[in-house]
């Protein structure tokens, strides 16, 4: 069999965006689960959409997804060079669509664009398309050698047949036929010499064996022009696996507004690449089972393309931040507190044990971002409102609370050691003379020196990383509070 070659070929127009890296995660696993090589290929033929630093972001996504290529700019495979202008500097694409134009599969178009303007134009996915109506085709070999001595601009088209069918096969979608006469005559070279990204994916995808080529569902529609050009040239026409859309919760296309549309937007929001890879990877696809959690290596062994969807794939961001939750929590310390202590920081400055703020906050957060909601009342008791202190199930209320903290507080005053052990067995103790249960102690402690009704820790956790003073300082405002109601 042949090796399995898969390439992404990425514009540097900008971040990256989900769909993208999508096409690119895929691609690495349909290559890899079956021993064959990833290719990075970068196509910046469109002068007018390059964006500076576009190039590195692109380097950067694909090592922070753990997308390692075998072939690129980086990486000489032997089918170089990897970058579409240095390629078309070797005359590789004008001497390939000559080689059309020999076979009659092209021709030079010398039209200009008041003449093209007057073109009929016709609705196609949304958009007004001019269809062609092959006027330099009837022109003769005299005439275009003397329209290209007298330096006249050209593009080169392909000529497409305007009678019977083409049909083309893609993995998900099957066979698919359409009308020749629904195909226009799509340029192959632009008038400043560069090719269009249609002819050049074909060349190189050719001349750099690929053998699957895996992109977005909007490409079917232009497939059946790449298989004439691939049939025009005698060549293996590759494996066409087209993906489904992703949209929005709203079934609507990913804008940059939505926050979520590329990569590098989700790891400013605090993800981990580790659980957007593995999301991204179950958008279109789904493995035998219905298990969710995956490794990229545990990716590479499941991945069959087969199982990839035909329907479009919702980008749930409830969903993500879960699984990105999971990740969390299985991370060791180790790991976790260097990613968290930034957050901790910016949340509480200095003056706290930040490790075992941490050690609180890892299995309560989806993302890095939700740590500072999570502990900020241990820098400032926030207002509260008393009717906290009333909990049906802990058998609490306002004269209960009131009750416990002010017996508590002389007991508190005269502990020195503020260890959560410590603190546990002196509020055990009260708890046990008291003969009520542990929440109708525990509740109203917490709330008095948190302030807050969800806490990432019980109350003696937090008084432990309070201190003595402030500790007894919130305990007091909760016992005036209490007063002022009774």
Known sequence: MTKIRTRYAPSPTGKMHVGNLRSALYEFLIAKHADGDFMLRIEDTDQERFVEGATEIIYSTLEKAGLKHDEG??????????????????????????????????????????????????????????????????????????????????????????????????????????????????????????????????????????THVVRGNEYLSSSPKYTRLYEAFGWQVPVYVHLPLITDENHKKLSKRSGHSSFEDLMEQGFLAEAVVNYIALLGWSPEDNREIFSLEELIKEFDYHRISKSPAVFDMVKLRWMNGEYLKAMDMESFFPMAEPFLKEALGVGFDLKKIAAMVKTRIEVFPDIAGQVDFFKELPSYDVEMYTHKKMKTDKASSLEVLTELLPLLEEQEDYSNDALYQTLLSYVEKKGCKNGFVMWPVRTAVSGRQMTPAGATEIMEILGKEESLKRIRIGIEKLQKES
Not at 170 to 175: A, I, M, S, V
Request: aromatic share 10%; hydrophobic share 30%.
């Open 73 to 210: 700019p980086d990486k000489d495979g032997g089918v170089g060079p990897y970058v579409q202008s240095e390629r078309m500097k070797t005359g590789i694409y004008l001497k390939y669509a000559k080689e059309l134009i020999d076979k009659g599969e092209a021709y030079y178009c010398f039209c200009d664009k008041d003449r093209l303007a007057s073109l009929k134009t016709e609705i196609v996915e949304g958009k007004e398309i001019m269809i062609y109506d092959k006027h330099c085709l009837s022109l003769s070999k005299e005439d275009v050698e003397k329209n290209l001595a007298a330096g006249l601009p050209y593009v080169i088209r392909q000529n497409n047949p305007t009678e019977g069918t083409t049909t083309f096969h893609d993995e998900l979608y099957g066979d698919i036929t359409v009308n020749n006469s629904e195909l226009d005559d799509m340029i192959l070279i632009k008038s400043d010499g560069y090719p269009t990204y249609n002819f050049a994916n074909v060349v190189d995808d050719h001349t750099m064996n690929i």
